[in-house]
């Protein structure tokens, strides 16, 4: 299994932060999928958080993106983060953002692919990797505008 990480990130949301952040992130992951199995399921992990003032999803109808191709094994998950908790946090915040996000598409997979992917066991693994516990990934609210 391959993982990808790119985003949607407003120019006033540190897209520069997010883009080292994220490729950080990407590199570790990486590694585990090659050093673990996780199934035959999902071949590539693609992973696009959007981070985007509440007002401009509102304004583009922004809806987001939760696809699992079976045919190609491969995912396109577009999950919003929160504009202003991105913008106020540390780096490590910042980071801690990015892996939430990463397991809740995780976890919507492990919803919508009964046999050949082990999301669990992948969703242990990344926890472990970033020294992150799962009482530290907050459940996630639906963006839904008004």
Avoid: C
Wanted: glycine content about 4%; hydrophobic content about 35%; cysteine-free.
């Amino acid at each position: 299994m391959k993982f990808f990480i790119t985003g949607e990130v407003s120019h006033d949301a540190h897209p520069e932060k997010f883009s080292l952040i994220s490729k950080e992130i990407e590199k570790k992951i990486n590694i585990l999928m090659a050093e673990n199995d996780y199934g035959d399921a999902v071949e590539s992990l693609d992973i696009i958080p959007t981070i985007f003032s509440f007002q401009f999803q509102v304004s583009l109808s922004y809806k987001e993106r939760k696809l699992y191709r079976k045919k190609d094994k491969s995912t396109d998950y577009r999950l919003a983060i929160d504009y202003n908790e991105f913008i106020n946090a540390d780096d490590e915040g910042k980071r801690r953002l990015l892996i939430e996000n990463i397991l809740h598409a995780i976890r919507d997979l492990k919803r919508k692919i009964k046999k050949g992917f082990d999301g669990d066991k992948l969703e242990a693994d990344i926890l472990s990797l970033f020294n992150l516990g799962a009482e530290d990934i907050r459940e996630r609210n639906e963006q839904k505008a008004p």
